[in-house]
């Protein structure tokens, strides 16, 4: 679980049935139950191909675990402001950014879309 009395902010449910819960305010995450360091909250989850994609928006940061073991297979700078995280068709993972207004693609490019930008889908 997060850390005692950080308030929740996104619930991800793995395709393994495993639940994970991110936090409005703590730098911890709950991960099957295990507590993980990913950065100031608010964060949120998303699966895709066996691997968990936490973001960290105030701190710029998006980490990637393997989501059975729960091992930490890279750290990367995103945006700040990339609170959001979604997996779309085909496996690939975007997170928008609501203070530089791009959108980025995991792996991939950075294309910025808007002045802000909350969600995509």
């Known amino acids: 679980m997060s850390a005692p009395g950080s308030r929740h902010m996104n619930v991800g449910f793995a395709p393994s049935g ?3 819960v991110t936090s409005g305010e703590a730098s911890l ?3 099957h139950g295990r507590p993980l360091n990913v950065g ?3 964060q949120h989850v998303t699966f895709a191909l066996g691997r968990a994609y936490v973001t960290s928006g105030d701190d710029g940061t998006l980490h ?3 989501e059975r ?3 930490l ?3 990367t700078r995103i945006p700040v ?3 959001n995280v979604q997996r779309l068709g085909g496996g690939d993972v ?3 950014s609501l203070n530089a207004g791009t959108l980025t693609v995991v792996g991939g490019a950075r294309v910025r879309v808007a002045r802000s930008c909350h969600d995509a889908a």
Do not use: E, F, N
């Open 69 to 71: 073991t729960l091992r």
């Open 40 to 42: 100031r909250g608010p």
């Open 73 to 75: 297979l890279s750290a």
């Open 64 to 66: 990637v675990y393997d």
């Open 18 to 20: 495993r639940i994970w």
């Open 29 to 31: 995450i709950s991960a």
């Open 94 to 96: 975007v997170t928008p």
């Open 81 to 83: 402001g990339s609170y």
